[in-house]
């Protein structure tokens, strides 16, 4: 073999195209796109399919080591070549690896925008996360182990430094941090669950206490004195049945009916009859019990 030959024979292997192994279905093509919907049709898509397989899977791998299985990104990319088999049409002259291609890795790289996300993030903030990972990818080659700077990063991806600072922070949102993740701190163990604080029951007793208010000024006076001695002085109700001269039974139904009405009256969401930033009127009603 002569130099010459030589030089010829690595120069093709160099601009040897990433797919020229793929099979060639040209004519299985012309016969699809003159084929209607029919069974004859729906086999030479799956005769097609499977030809192009390998390709889907190489395309598939290219992604891996991002968080997500190989097998489920293959399935992905198996999904987007069936799309572009039943899309492709060979008389608008490309070759049909042009059209699957990016139909494959739009259909992979949609699956990771829509479904691997830790948090939801717009699509622009998702674009400006993938400019600032590729530009730090391509600046961060250094001797001092130094990272690129948000203004290099800014210069290198034709991006204002406001959108860097965007890009970096989306990152850092791809992937959640578990509330069982370990921190630094007193002892073993010490989790993000631990810095988290718990329900405080006092704020439940606000709102409570502020619902009720105007409708226990609106009852008569002997059921306000049973209830502060109850709930206020926290007396017995066989001592409040000695106060008011009645039986501890009596003063037992008392409280569940007064209780039950204003609960009532809350939760239906019902006004006061005299509203609650309204002066107190006089009480003219006579005592139910």
Same mark, same amino acid.
């Given at each position: ?11 093709? +292997? ?5 797919? @020229?192994?793929?099979?060639?279905? !040209?004519?299985?093509?012309? !016969? ?9 049709? &729906? ?15 190489? /395309?598939? +791998? ?5 968080? $997500? ?5 293959? &399935? ?12 492709? @049409? =060979? ?10 291609? =990016?139909?494959?890795?739009? *259909? ?17 903030? #998702? ?27 800014? *210069?290198?991806?034709?991006?204002? #430094?406001? $959108? ?14 578990? /509330? ?20 405080? =029951? ?16 609106? /009852?008569?006076?002997?059921? #306000?004195?049973?209830?502060?001695? !109850? ?5 017995? &109700?066989?001592?409040?049945? $000695? &106060?008011?001269?009645?039986? #501890? ?5 008392? /409280?569940? +009916?007064?209780?039950? !009405?204003?609960? $009532? ?25």
């Amino acid at each position: 073999m002569t130099a010459a030959t030589t030089g010829t024979t690595a120069k093709r +292997r160099r601009g040897r195209h990433p797919h @020229d192994d793929a099979p060639d279905t !040209r004519r299985q093509f012309e !016969r699809i796109a003159r084929l209607p919907d029919c069974p004859e049709r &729906q086999r030479l898509c799956q005769e097609v399919i499977h030809a192009w397989m390998p390709m889907a899977g190489r /395309l598939a +791998r290219t992604f891996r080591d991002r968080g $997500e299985a190989l097998e489920d990104l293959e &399935q992905v990319a198996a999904l987007g070549l069936v799309k572009a088999v039943h899309r492709y @049409d =060979p008389s608008r002259g490309c070759a049909f690896e042009s059209f699957a291609v =990016p139909t494959i890795v739009g *259909e992979v790289k949609r699956h990771f925008r829509d479904h691997l996300w830790g948090v939801h993030v717009p699509r622009r903030t #998702q674009e400006l996360r993938n400019r600032v990972r590729a530009a730090r990818h391509q600046l961060d080659c250094r001797l001092d182990d130094r990272g690129p700077s948000v203004a290099e990063l800014a *210069e290198y991806s034709g991006l204002s #430094q406001e $959108e860097v600072h965007t890009g970096l922070e989306a990152l850092e949102s791809y992937s959640l941090l578990s /509330l069982d993740a370990e921190l630094p701190g007193p002892g073993e163990g010490y989790s993000l669950l631990d810095t988290l604080g718990l329900p405080d =029951p006092g704020y439940d007793q606000v709102v409570y206490r502020e619902a009720v208010k105007p409708r226990l000024r609106e /009852l008569p006076e002997r059921e #306000q004195r049973i209830l502060y001695l !109850r709930f206020f002085e926290e007396m017995t &109700q066989s001592k409040i049945a $000695e &106060q008011l001269g009645i039986s #501890q039974m009596h003063v037992s139904r008392l /409280l569940h +009916r007064i209780c039950s !009405r204003l609960q $009532e009256e809350i939760e239906n969401g019902e006004t006061p009859p005299g509203g609650p930033d309204e002066p107190d009127g006089p009480d003219d009603r006579g005592d139910p019990a």
